[in-house]
């Protein structure tokens, strides 16, 4: 496997900074982007990342608030992300077709790039999917896919319910049923208007796990939830982002 | 979950940073949402900052709920204590 930092062309051609993890060899792979959560671009995320390369996928993580802070540790540049209002939706839906394009033009690409994100990066997965074209979308535990943005909510963020019609790949959820952010109700509706739609999806809700139970650094990682649910997404990319 | 819920304002004061060195805060962001480093799914979080120094000009603090609520009111308390001119 190799691993580093590179630049790639994100959102209006704007240079920004993505990780990469590749595994070694030529053969002909998925790609996958993974989408930080809100803490960051930090060493968690950069593990994840390596962890896809090591079942066999080329990975990319792009720091999402590269333009805010470059260069910063990963939590003050959240924190200057943070206090300006958060990424917008526009921006984040170019900066994943970016790192998607560059994935593509590796030659070691069979064409094929699915996206995960936790946290605000799983509602930003199932916003990438909306809008662009990719093969598989995995959502962990993102809130405000569907349900009521409380009001006065300083960050830019909305519901993603008006483009979920433009949602056409398949979709692994993976949440807590102990979570309130997306809660059971907010999963229920989404895997409702999906259904509706016709969209393929596969949903799994953990009992006894509340929300970021994949985050093994924090007081919620879950095991039993975790483990299970890096085998559904291992399977899920397998038949998605196979050769 | 993200809570999103960020309160933001302006102060003037100076609080010591990265590397031992004081600096001039001129802002603070406020928000309960998931912390980098207490143990706990979610604290109230505060940011002292000054966004002309860059990003690393920043303490930050992370307190479980009833943590901030006793710093509240030690902070109201503090402020009771003395006469109002002083705090001119």
């Not at chain 1, 590179?6 to 993505?18: L, N, P, V, W, Y």
Request: proline letters at 6%.
């Amino acid at each position: 496997m190799t691993a580093t930092t590179i630049t790639i062309a994100g959102h209006g051609g704007d240079e920004i900074e993505a990780y990469i993890a590749q595994p070694e060899g030529d053969a002909a792979r998925g790609g996958v982007v993974v989408i930080h959560h809100m803490p960051g671009y930090d060493r968690a995320t950069k593990e994840i990342t390596r962890r896809f390369a090591e079942l066999g996928y080329d990975a990319i993580c792009p720091n999402l608030y590269f333009r805010e802070a470059p260069g910063a540790a990963p939590d003050d540049a959240a924190a200057v992300a943070r206090a300006q209002g958060g990424v917008p939706d526009e921006r984040l839906i170019g900066d994943v077709a970016g790192a998607a394009a560059y994935l593509r033009a590796l030659p070691t690409s069979n064409g094929k790039v699915g996206t995960i994100g936790y946290c605000s990066g799983g509602r930003q997965s199932v916003l990438s999917g909306t809008a662009l074209d990719v093969d598989a979308v995995v959502d962990c535990y993102g809130a405000f896919v569907t349900g009521t943005v409380p009001e006065g909510f300083p960050l830019k963020v909305t519901n993603l319910v008006d483009r979920l019609p433009g949602l056409k790949a398949p979709v692994l959820g993976l949440f807590g049923a102990e979570d309130q952010y997306p809660s059971p109700e907010q999963v229920d509706e989404f895997r409702r208007i999906l259904t509706e739609q016709d969209t393929p999806f596969e949903f799994h809700s953990y009992e006894g796990a509340g929300h970021a139970f994949f985050a093994v650094d924090r007081p919620s990682y879950n095991v039993a939830a975790a483990n299970d649910g890096w085998e559904r997404i291992e399977a899920f990319y397998g038949e998605h982002l196979g050769s | 979950m993200c809570t999103y819920t960020t309160v933001r304002d302006t102060v003037d004061g100076s609080a010591k940073g990265p590397g031992g060195s004081w600096f001039h805060v001129t802002d603070i962001t406020v928000y309960f949402d998931h912390p980098f480093h207490a143990m706990a799914e979610h604290t109230l979080n505060i940011d002292f900052a000054a966004p002309e120094k860059g990003p690393a000009a920043r303490v930050a603090v992370e307190l479980t709920a009833d943590s901030a609520r006793r710093l509240m009111a030690a902070i109201q308390e503090a402020l009771d204590a003395v006469p109002v001119e002083m705090q001119a």
